[in-house]
T-cell receptor, first 112, second 111 residues
Framework: EPEVTQTPSHQVTQMGQEVILRCVPI?????FYWYRQILGQKVEFLVSFYNNEISEKSEIFDDQFSVERPDGSNFTLKIRSTKLEDSAMYFC??????????FGPGTRLLVL | EDQVTQSPEALRLQEGESSSLNCSYTVSGLRGLFWYRQDPGKGPEFLFT???AGEEKEKERLKATLTKKESFLHITAPKPEDSATYLCALYSGGGADGLTFGKGTHLIIQP
């Protein structure tokens, strides 16, 4: 069964450093998303991406964040200058129909 | 603003003891209500999509139902492997692509 994959599974970085989180969505899906989940809190929407551009972003997704689909399979989330409060699980998701979204296993980001 | 409230926050059951989890919601226009299962340190695993009041979906020991204001996830004769956090999420569409999640119900099934 096709699934969303994410790398790395864990990332530790120093405050102020740039990180890139990578995702490979399900191959025939057209809509791509990033969510985050701070420990013990709810899953929160960050951004959606369709047809090579951002279609919606939340208030959390400020100028420190960017997304890219550099080739036909990868989808990346970049955090330019990490802050302590960026520590969270980051989930990539994809969907074929903009409704049912399938999530990856997540990247646990720890900012020190 | 779309809102999702799940109850209870945590539930401990004996193996075989059936129960229901609740998801109450307010939304301007519901395009879909989703149930996911999340194991510790893992991503949400899709279970069901419900689109309209009166709709029901079943999978093994789980059954999801939907009314105009809430959804229930019924668990019949649960087993320890059903232990997980169950998440409810809304999709309202209309340019709002992201799902709105509840905080989840942490379910523990004791052998």
């Amino acid at each position: 069964e096709p699934e969303v994959t994410q790398t790395p599974s864990h990332q530790v970085t120093q405050m102020g450093q740039e990180v890139i989180l990578r995702c490979v969505p399900i191959s025939n899906h057209l809509y791509f998303y990033w969510y985050r989940q701070i420990l013990g809190q709810k899953v929160e929407f960050l951004v959606s991406f369709y047809n090579n551009e951002i279609s919606e972003k939340s208030e959390i997704f400020d100028d420190q964040f960017s997304v890219e689909r550099p080739d036909g399979s990868n989808f990346t989330l970049k955090i330019r200058s990490t802050k302590l409060e960026d520590s969270a699980m980051y989930f990539c998701a994809s969907s074929i129909s903009q409704e049912t979204q399938y999530f990856g296993p997540g990247t646990r980001l720890l900012v020190l | 603003e779309d809102q999702v409230t799940q109850s209870p926050e945590a539930l401990r059951l004996q193996e075989g003891e059936s129960s229901s989890l609740n998801c109450s919601y307010t939304v301007s226009g519901l395009r879909g209500l989703f149930w996911y299962r999340q194991d510790p340190g893992k991503g949400p695993e899709f279970l069901f999509t419900l689109y309209s009041a009166g709709e029901e979906k079943e999978k093994e020991r789980l059954k999801a139902t939907l009314t105009k204001k809430e959804s229930f996830l019924h668990i019949t004769a649960p087993k320890p492997e059903d232990s997980a956090t169950y998440l409810c999420a809304l999709y309202s569409g209309g340019g709002a692509d992201g799902l709105t999640f509840g905080k989840g119900t942490h379910l523990i099934i004791q052998p």
